[in-house]
């Protein structure tokens, strides 16, 4: 029987069946399980920062699972610290962490504080993004402004007004002394590589400083490089109370970050939270490895070159480009990104139809301009098979 027919027998039907099946991958490569090579332009969802089986994780993790793998937190150990302390480092104001293992943790540790907070100063309702995502666990996806996958598991136990994505009008008339917090990406990823307007993220934080309210940025897609910086609000030059990351980070073992900056950080009291798993020796080493192995410079240089060479391309099917470094979606004319999906698969280069008018495109940040180059010159020929 086919891999295929026995995981479609094994497993819940929430994923369907995904077309390839990956055996492995070495740099920005993956090779399926019949021995097809594939370029690799979504990178597991923008997690696989050094791409696959880096030299650095590889020799990271290996040698720290043979060392120690797990305490739980009944104990601490030196990764788990110097991953913490490297962090902060990044960051542009004092703060302080705590270690989950996905991004929906991340968030639901933000989600906790914030009703710590609101409890505390008699707050009683949030604020996020229409089309936003936050994860699937009861508390991000309450905050989730996708009605196809919340509605159906409501109703939740909070308050949360959903506001236009990129609207900083909308945002001040929703936020009141009355909010708690405000949860937003600084670019919106499943809703398909949306940057907002200039200036939306900087509102965010003077509406928040004005009310009182917490500004929550899920950075849990675009922080570690993905937009050529550390962290998306770099570039926006706006420091948030709480910062949630995740898929990069681990640049494949699973870690999510929840930060709370200055009294942010110190809203949970003993006791208040833990996770058994989260930031366990294993997962810190790899993250360790992605910081000390990332090249921001690169990822600006490459990222320009992949951006400037979709957008030189005239095609009927592509209607632009857009996205910010090596995180872009190529936004399409027609509703054919499941054709061009496929088509780009049939041409050697993994791609995500992330929207039905919008192709993710998020290659490990160790693409080469080579490997961008080659992407770019096969790319008008794929739109065409998927128009046809
Ligand atoms: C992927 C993602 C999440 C959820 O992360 P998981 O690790 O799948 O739980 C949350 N927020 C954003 C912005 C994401 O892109």
């Known amino acids: 029987m086919s891999l295929h027919k026995r995981f479609e027998q094994a497993f819940m039907p929430n994923y369907g069946v995904p077309p390839i099946a990956l055996a492995r991958g070495e740099g920005t490569r993956v090779w399926d399980v019949d021995g097809r090579e594939y370029l690799d332009f979504i990178g597991g969802i923008a997690v696989s920062s050094l791409g696959h089986a880096h030299p650095a994780l590889v020799e990271a993790v290996s040698k720290q699972v043979a060392t120690l793998a797990h305490t739980s937190n009944l104990f601490l150990h030196e990764p788990e610290v110097l991953l913490a302390e490297r962090l902060l480092g ?28 609101g409890k505390r100063e008699g707050r009683s309702y949030f604020v996020a993004a229409e089309n936003g995502f936050h994860g699937r666990t009861i508390g991000a996806l309450s905050l989730t ?43 919106q990823g499943e809703a398909g590589v949306v940057p907002p307007p200039d200036g939306y993220f900087e509102a965010a934080r003077q509406i928040c400083d004005a009310t009182g309210a917490l500004l929550v940025a899920d950075e849990i897609q675009s922080a570690i ?26 640049g494949g073992l699973p870690i999510g970050a929840c930060v ?26 790899a993250a360790l490895a992605v910081l000390d192995n990332l090249d921001l410079g690169h990822v600006k240089s490459v990222a320009a070159g992949l951006r400037g060479g ?3 391309i005239r095609h009927p099917l592509l209607k632009g480009v857009r996205g910010r470094g090596l995180w872009l979606a190529a936004v399409l004319k027609e509703e054919r990104s499941a054709q061009v999906q496929q088509a780009a698969a049939e041409a050697g280069f993994l791609v995500n139809a992330l929207q039905p008018d ?31």
């Open 145 to 187: 402004g996708k009605k196809a996958i919340r509605d159906q598991f409501g109703p939740f136990p909070v308050d949360v007004r959903f506001v236009p994505y990129g609207d900083a009008d909308a945002l001040k008339e929703a936020v009141t002394g009355d909010c708690i917090a405000v949860f937003l990406e600084p670019t």
């Open 90 to 117: 990044l960051l542009d104001a004092p703060a302080r962490i705590f270690f989950a293992n996905s991004g929906t943790e991340a968030n639901e540790a933000a989600y906790k504080l914030a009703v710590k907070y």
């Open 310 to 312: 979709l957008e030189a």
């Open 358 to 388: 919008a192709v993710r495109l998020a290659p490990p940040l160790v693409v080469t301009h080579e490997e961008v180059n080659a992407f770019v010159e096969a790319f008008p020929a794929i739109l065409s098979e998927a128009a046809a």
């Open 225 to 250: 490089g993905r937009t050529g910086h550390w962290f998306a609000h770099q570039a926006d030059g706006v420091t948030p109370d709480i910062l949630t990351l995740a898929k990069g980070l681990g």
């Open 260 to 285: 709370g900056f200055g009294e942010a950080g110190r809203l949970f009291d003993k006791g208040d939270h833990g996770s058994t798993f989260g930031g366990n020796p294993v997962s810190c080493a």
